[in-house]
Antibody, heavy 118, light 109 residues
Framework: QVQLQESGPGLVKPSQTLSLTCTVSGGSISSGSYYWSWIRQPAGKGLEWIGRIYTSGSTNYNPSLKSRVTISVDTSKNQFSLKLSSVTAADTAVYYC??????????WGQGTLVTVSS | EIVLTQSPATLSLSPGERATLSCRASQSVSSYLAWYQQKPGQAPRLLIYDASNRATGIPARFSGSGSGTDFTLTISSLEPEDFAVYYCQQRSNWPLMYTFGQGTKLEIK
């Protein structure tokens, strides 16, 4: 069974770049028709899709975040990554990586809390 | 952008009762709607896809219905472990976006 695990700094200063990596195990990130997404959830609030990448490198981003987001993939390491620039306190959230097939998210990481604070 | 509106925001029921959760889309999503369950401190778990298909390992007491703009998640007889937050979700193709409803909290009465 596919498992995903997020990693990265839990604290980022305002105006800096948030960087997270998702490591995929139990299967190849290059196999099948899966897309690999980042989703976030501020404390006590709902879920917001950030963007996705296919193993070819093709990406799609949430229009509301597009100017600040970069998602990349490293197939040799079975990982994909998120960079979110110019962060503010509003970017404080639990960040999840997830795999999507069609319109649904079948596998999720456990989530990692990122706090934006000086 | 398609907006998903869930109701009610909070639903208070007792174990053994039937739960009916609603999700309304601002425009038709055909049958491409999914439901997730999220417990505190956990990632969401896929329950239902394509409006009415249970995901692997999901108990039969969970069922989904609807198409177009109106969808329902029904839990036929609540178990203690079912009290959680439930989200509906869809994908639109122009622009390419995944959106979630704001969630329904199912709490013990």
């Amino acid at each position: 069974q596919v498992q995903l695990q997020e990693s990265g700094p839990g604290l980022v200063k305002p105006s800096q770049t948030l960087s997270l990596t998702c490591t995929v195990s139990g299967g190849s990130i290059s196999s099948g028709s899966y897309y690999w997404s980042w989703i976030r959830q501020p404390a006590g609030k709902g879920l917001e899709w950030i963007g996705r990448i296919y193993t070819s490198g093709s990406t799609n981003y949430n229009p509301s975040l597009k100017s600040r987001v970069t998602i990349s993939v490293d197939t040799s390491k079975n990982q994909f990554s998120l960079k979110l620039s110019s962060v503010t306190a509003a970017d404080t959230a639990v960040y999840y990586c997830a795999s999507s097939y069609g319109e649904l998210f079948g596998y999720w990481g456990q989530g990692t809390l990122v706090t934006v604070s000086s | 952008e398609i907006v998903l509106t869930q109701s009610p925001a909070t639903l208070s029921l007792s174990p053994g009762e039937r739960a009916t959760l609603s999700c309304r889309a601002s425009q038709s999503v055909s049958s491409y709607l999914a439901w997730y369950q999220q417990k505190p401190g956990q990632a969401p778990r896929l329950l239902i896809y394509d409006a009415s298909n249970r995901a692997t390992g999901i108990p039969a007491r969970f069922s989904g219905s609807g198409s177009g703009t109106d969808f329902t998640l029904t839990i036929s007889s609540l178990e203690p472990e079912d009290f959680a937050v439930y989200y509906c979700q869809q994908r639109s193709n122009w622009p390419l976006m995944y959106t979630f409803g704001q969630g329904t909290k199912l709490e013990i009465k």
